[in-house]
C-alpha cells in the first residue's frame, strides 16, 4: 500500500485551498519534526537518561519532568528561526517567547503543551504534544508582540494538532477542513498519511472520567455518571464501558479512533478554577480536532472554542466527544 506523505499532503491542501498560506504549511512541518525527536527522546528512556523530575516547578506549581523541559526547548528551538512566527506559549513557561531579534519574524503564533500527560512519563504509557496556531492580530504589526495578542478564542484558530507518542507515534492535524492522521514510519524517519477523514461517531457507549474525584463533582455531573454506571436497565438505558489513560492526547486519540466522551469537569477541589486543563494548549486545540471530526466540546454548558480568553494560563473544564454523549452532558448540567 501506498501512503502520501505529511509533505506531499499540506503541498496538495495549499494547492486546493489558496486561502492556506505556505508559512503554516511549513510551520506544520517543524512542529511535526519537534514532535519526530521528543519522540525518539521519549522512545530512549532510562537508556537516554531523559526521565525522572528536575527541581523546578512550572507556572502551574507543577513539578517538571526532565522531558517536559526538554520537549519545550526541543519545540522552541526547532521553531525559533524560520521565519513564521512572531512569538510562542507554552504550558511550561510563564509567559510567552518572543522571536529573537536576530531570526525573521513572520505573522503566526504558536501555542503548545509540550509534553502532555506527565504523570505517564516515567510509567511507559502513552503521553503526546499538542499545539495550535493562531495569527498575531492584523494591529500587532511593527510592535511587540504581548501576551495579549495570544488572548484569542478558539474559533480564531488557523489550525491545531497533537503527536501521540505511544505503540504507534502518530500526528493528528487539523487545518479547519477535516482531521487527518499520520504515522511515523520509524525506519525511514517519515510521517505517513494513514487516516485520512476521522469522524467520530454521534453515539457510544464508552466514556473517560478520572473516577476517584466523584465525590468532588458538581451533582449534574455525579448524576450523569450515576446514570452511565445504572447501565441497561438505568435511565440512559445502555451499559457503558470506562476508559481514562490520564494522559489527554491518548483519550482524545481513542475517542478520534471509536467514538467515546472524555470529561475533565471542574470539581471541588479547587472551586475558584473552572477546571484543571488548560484552555489555550489543551482545550482549545483538541476542541477544533474534535469538532472538524463531527465531534462536540464544551465547558459542560458552552462551546469551549467561544470561550474570549482572559489569560494565557487560563484553566477550563472540558467534556469533548461523541455529539450526542456531549449534549446529553450539556442537558444534565445546563438545568441545574
Ligand atoms: P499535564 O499537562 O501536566 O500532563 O496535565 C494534563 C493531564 C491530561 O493529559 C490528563 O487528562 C489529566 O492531566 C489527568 O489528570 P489526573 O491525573 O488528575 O487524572
Ligand atoms: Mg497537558
Known amino acids: 500500500m501506498k501512503f502520501k506523505t505529511l509533505t506531499q499532503y499540506l503541498v496538495e491542501q495549499q494547492r486546493q485551498n489558496k486561502a492556506l498560506q505556505a508559512e503554516v504549511r511549513l510551520l506544520i512541518e517543524v512542529v511535526a519534526r519537534a514532535c519526530k525527536s521528543i519522540g525518539h527522546a521519549v522512545g530512549k528512556g532510562s537508556l537516554g537518561g531523559v526521565l525522572g523530575s528536575l527541581e523546578s516547578e512550572n507556572i502551574q506549581g507543577e513539578v517538571q519532568k526532565k522531558l517536559d523541559v526538554m520537549s519545550n526547548e526541543i519545540l522552541l528551538e526547532a521553531n525559533e528561526w524560520g521565519g513564521q512566527l512572531a512569538a510562542m506559549a507554552s504550558e511550561e513557561m ?18 503548545f503543551d509540550p509534553l502532555d500527560g506527565s504523570s505517564n512519563i516515567d510509567v511507559n504509557v502513552s503521553i503526546g504534544t499538542i499545539f495550535s496556531i493562531l495569527k498575531a492580530p492584523a494591529e500587532s504589526a511593527g510592535r511587540e508582540i504581548t501576551e495579549d495578542d495570544f488572548l484569542q478564542p478558539g474559533t480564531q484558530q488557523v489550525a491545531a494538532g497533537y503527536a501521540v507518542y505511544g505503540p504507534q507515534t502518530m500526528l493528528v492535524i487539523t487545518l479547519g477542513n477535516g482531521v487527518v492522521g499520520f504515522t511515523l514510519d520509524r525506519e525511514t524517519g517519515t510521517w505517513m498519511l494513514t487516516n485520512e477523514n476521522i469522524q467520530i461517531p454521534a453515539d457510544t457507549k464508552e466514556f473517560a472520567i478520572n473516577m476517584s474525584n466523584m465525590r468532588h463533582w458538581a451533582p449534574p455531573v455525579r448524576q450523569y455518571i450515576e446514570d452511565c454506571l445504572a ?11 470506562m476508559r481514562w489513560v490520564a494522559s489527554m492526547v491518548a483519550d482524545v486519540h481513542r475517542i478520534l479512533s471509536r ?29 477544533f480536532i474534535v469538532e472538524q471530526a463531527g465531534g462536540m466540546a464544551t465547558d459542560s454548558v458552552n462551546r469551549i472554542m467561544d470561550i474570549q480568553p482572559t489569560q494565557l494560563h487560563q484553566r477550563v473544564g472540558v467534556v469533548l466527544g461523541s455529539k450526542n454523549e456531549v449534549e446529553r452532558v450539556r442537558s444534565y448540567c445546563a438545568g441545574s
Open 94 to 111: 510563564e509567559t510567552i517567547h518572543k522571536i529573537p531579534n536576530r531570526y525573521p519574524k513572520g505573522e503566526y503564533l504558536l501555542l
Open 231 to 241: 447501565g441497561k436497565t438505568g435511565p440512559l438505558g445502555k451499559d457503558y464501558n
Open 259 to 287: 467514538g467515546g466522551i472524555f470529561m475533565y469537569p471542574w470539581d471541588s477541589r479547587e472551586p475558584n478554577k473552572p477546571g484543571k486543563l488548560r484552555l489555550m494548549y489543551e482545550a482549545n486545540p483538541m476542541s
